[in-house]
């Protein structure tokens, strides 16, 4: 039973030179990767899984596609490191103009990043530099990155507790509704607590300038807003001249069934950030937004204020072109949409009869599956599953502020037997009653 010898050996040295806190290390947890293939990884000792997280959403085409092998072989033999601000490498400019042609404006800028939290700084301070305001509302349940302006857009304690002295504190927080707590109720309240700090200011009083959310919470627990929610939270940003900023660095690039999830929700955004799947399995993220917003950055003099070492690293900016010709096209939005409907559908049968089964939700190939029960037993349920999922041999994770959502992220084109498995497992894990 997973993890075998091979991965605890490995465990026990990662505990010697890892900060303790970044990897968790118990008996039944981690295993060590050694190899992966479309949605399968194989563990150093051999064990062989399937994998519905995508790697964190980042394999939507499959772990090692052909997509990403061929354009990373391409561009090894030619450049493999440049100066991104400097003496940029060509595949930056195509990667650029690709970008730019699939935003959603006639006319836009972009930024490349590494991470996704890098691609939250960007839109985070062309927001200020725009509206000349610093203020920011985001909402609770909201993951943004961890760095320590992404830190300050995120709401939940368990990251930000220990660092709150050094977040910004102009950061005012609204609940986040979604269809299965109030539906238009809770819509209406969080539109009300949206609209007082857009009337009276951040906490610290600083006037607000930008809104930050997600199309739909990935990290959580793919919580999908109510109707009409997105719309209304636009038109408030717009009377009052503040810019919305959309994180979608997992809704993002084909994951939910189209380019930008914030179309099928209602959201009209004045910046959008890009990530995991952009890259194909390589660092690579983005911020885009219109000229008229983006212009707001100074002119470079030959020294950029907002810059990386890696900023248009060539293997990712290759990958990424390749990427964005698959993951924009139409079919393959509504490869992702059948998809979706299709595990949505197996999973909705299969947990229908139990009762720790609260909801079963998704949008495209972001699926969540909420736990409820007894009292206190929904916390923490999502990460039981998937500790006893992984001994079953599938890899899932948990999500939600208490842990009570387990997360499906899985590539596109599973064939019928593997998500017809896992729906199985996760059955037969669910009704032994964790």
């Keep these: 039973m997973p ?39 194989r563990d150093v000792d051999g064990n062989v899984f399937i994998d519905v997280t995508g790697a964190f959403g980042v394999a939507l085409l499959g772990h090692g596609s052909e997509v990403t092998r061929l354009a990373l072989a391409a561009q090894s033999g030619r450049l493999i490191h440049g100066m991104g601000d400097i003496h940029p490498p060509a595949k930056k400019l195509e990667l650029l103009e690709r970008l730019v042609a699939v935003a959603p404006w006639d006319d836009s800028r972009a930024v490349l990043s590494s991470t996704g939290s890098e691609a939250t700084e960007t839109a985070l301070k062309t927001a200020q530099l725009a509206t000349g305001k610093p203020g920011i509302v985001a909402f609770e349940g909201g993951y943004h990155g961890l760095t320590l302006g992404a830190l300050s857009v995120t709401e939940r304690a368990h990251f930000r507790s220990r660092f709150s002295s050094r977040a910004y504190a102009g950061v005012g927080f609204a609940p986040f509704p979604d269809d299965i707590s109030d539906g238009a109720g809770a819509a209406t309240r969080s539109l009300e607590v949206v609209r007082g700090y857009l009337e009276n200011g951040a906490p610290n009083g600083d006037p607000v300038g930008c809104i930050i959310v997600e199309p739909v919470q990935a990290r959580g627990g793919a919580r999908i807003p109510p109707r009409g929610f997105m719309r209304e939270l636009g038109a408030l940003a717009n009377a009052a001249g503040v810019l919305v900023i959309a994180d979608e660095i997992m809704t993002g690039l084909g994951r939910c069934g189209s380019p930008f999830a914030s179309g099928l929700v209602g959201l009209v955004p004045d910046i959008v950030c890009i990530g995991k799947s952009l890259g194909g399995g390589l660092p690579i993220s983005a911020c885009i937004a219109p000229a008229a917003i983006m212009d707001a950055w100074p002119e470079s003099d030959g020294e950029a204020i907002h810059t990386s070492t890696f900023l248009g690293h060539p293997l990712a900016c290759a990958v990424a072109v390749d990427v964005l010709e698959v993951v924009c096209s139409e079919s393959f939005s509504k490869r992702v949409t059948d998809d979706g409907a299709r595990w949505l559908s197996a999973l909705t049968l299969r947990l229908a009869h139990i009762p720790e089964v609260a909801s079963v939700r998704g949008m495209g190939l972001l699926l969540g599956i909420e736990f409820g029960g007894p009292a206190g037993w929904a916390d923490g349920a999502g990460v039981r599953v998937a500790e006893e999922a992984l001994a079953q041999g599938l890899i899932a994770l948990p999500a939600g502020d208490q842990g009570h959502v387990l997360e499906l992220t899985p590539p596109v084109g599973m064939t019928d037997e593997q998500v017809k498995w896992v729906v199985e497992c996760l059955g037969v894990v669910i009704e032994a009653g964790l």
């Excluded at 026990?12 to 293939?37: G, Y």
């Design 3 to 41: 993890p075998g010898p091979a991965s605890q050996g490995l465990a026990e040295r990662l505990r010697k030179v890892e900060s303790r806190n970044v990897t968790h290390v118990s008996d039944r947890w981690p295993v060590f990767w050694e190899e992966a293939s479309g949605s399968n990884v």
